[in-house]
């Protein structure tokens, strides 16, 4: 995964090589990266809980939930919400994490393990490669919101480039899934 992003940040880097904005790309790329480690280690070893544990259990389970019965995943990612009479509800209700089954309930909760499923089915539920994953899809966004600012606003890029791509608290919480 740090090869697709960084060879993603080489395409973006290549296309503005030539323009004021281009020496952003490289370091923002980077910056995800090593956030994506560093929270992993926060989350892993500092903190031991919260609702970045929520969610990857309500990914672990929706893993499961896939490798016994692949129809599953259609409904995963076609229902925004989960009901009690959904085949998924089980493997909620009977993780041994306790309270999953009310966690995922709520949609907005439901909708965070949802959306990095195919990821945790892609790198087997590794924590750190679904941080990458994010990582890269929130480069992409900040780049964009970035490039947006830049084109109303091109005298200002290097303080855009603060305020959208290497603001430090952005950089470590968007990694909470």
């Known amino acids: 995964m740090l090869i697709i992003d960084i060879h993603a940040g080489e395409a973006v880097c290549k296309k503005y090589q030539n323009t004021p904005i281009g020496k952003y790309v490289m370091p923002a790329v980077f910056l995800r990266v090593f956030g994506a480690f560093v929270y992993t280690w926060v989350i892993g070893y500092y903190y031991g809980f919260g609702d970045s544990h929520n969610y990857y259990q309500g990914l672990i389970d929706m893993y499961h939930a896939v490798k016994e019965d692949g129809s599953i995943f259609k409904d995963i990612l076609l229902k925004s919400k989960v009901e ?63 490039k947006m600012f830049y084109e109303l606003y091109p005298r200002m890029h290097k303080k855009l480039a603060y305020a959208v791509l290497f603001m430090p608290s952005v950089l470590f919480w968007e990694y909470h899934y």
Do not use: Q
């Open 84 to 146: 009690e009479t959904d085949k998924i509800y089980p493997y909620f209700y009977y993780d041994g994490y306790g309270f999953t089954h009310y966690y995922m309930l709520e949609p907005r909760t439901y909708n965070v393990p949802r959306l990095a499923l195919p990821f945790g089915l892609l790198f087997s539920r590794s924590f750190l490669c679904v941080s990458f994953c994010i990582s890269f899809l929130s480069f992409m966004g900040s780049w964009r919101v970035f």
